[in-house]
């Protein structure tokens, strides 16, 4: 499937700058959902999908997608371990960047706080040298979320200056190779998502034609 997609997109000059696999495989894991085992497990069943992709563009970068922050739990670490037996075939790396609030809803000083030192330390040497400690030297970054992650914060002007501060931070990294701010969220949403009809496909173990599915 993975290999149809590239040729669509091949035979539809879509272009790809980076292909990214799984969106926060971190929380595809037991207990809360249970994807693969952990981060070296997630390493290895990508490899076939990176296989696939490859065989149409030869030359793609690809991403694993080592969670939320370096060192915040042990996925990036499991991911080295996977790259310590078998090298790496992904050739980016890609994180999400968020200050990490004691919830989404604290007040707007403790948010602030929270924000700032994030934004300090989340645009330092020491951040790409975690980077480089979870995978390799001079590897590249890909950011495809960032932002204050805060209901307090996030409609307010302080968000835009962080924003700004963020990119203008990172630019300063050689090693910064791509950063994508998380935009569009909930932006559209289909009237039905055929959850129902996917989980009865799940559970049935039966093909599913999504084509057919009418949102």
Not at 171 to 181: D, F, N, V
Request: negative net charge; contains cysteine; hydrophobic residues 35%.
């Amino acid at each position: 499937k993975a290999a149809q997609f590239a040729r669509f997109c091949k035979n539809n000059n879509i272009v790809i700058d980076n292909w990214q696999f799984c969106n926060e495989p971190n929380f595809f894991t037991a207990p809360r959902r249970y994807f693969w085992n952990d981060g070296e497990d997630y390493a290895y069943k990508m490899k076939e999908i990176a296989d696939s992709i490859r065989s149409v563009f030869p030359a793609a970068n690809l991403s694993l997608s080592y969670g939320w922050n370096w060192g915040s739990t042990n996925f990036a670490a499991q991911i080295k371990n996977y790259q310590n037996k078998n090298g790496h075939y992904w050739n980016t790396v890609s994180i999400h960047a968020y200050p990490t609030h004691r919830n989404a809803d604290v007040d707007f000083y403790d948010g602030f706080l929270t924000a700032n030192k994030s934004l300090e330390n989340a645009t330092s040497n020491s951040y790409f040298k975690s980077m480089e400690d979870n995978s390799w030297l001079n590897s590249n970054l890909l950011i495809t979320e960032f932002g204050v992650w805060n209901s307090s914060l996030t409609n307010t002007n302080y968000s835009a200056i962080y924003v700004s501060e963020y990119y203008m931070r990172l630019s300063q990294q050689r090693q910064a190779w791509m950063i994508g701010k998380h935009q569009i969220a909930s932006a559209f949403n289909p009237e039905n998502d055929s959850r129902t009809e996917i989980m009865q496909a799940y559970e049935n173990q039966t093909p599913l034609n999504t084509d057919l599915l009418n949102t």
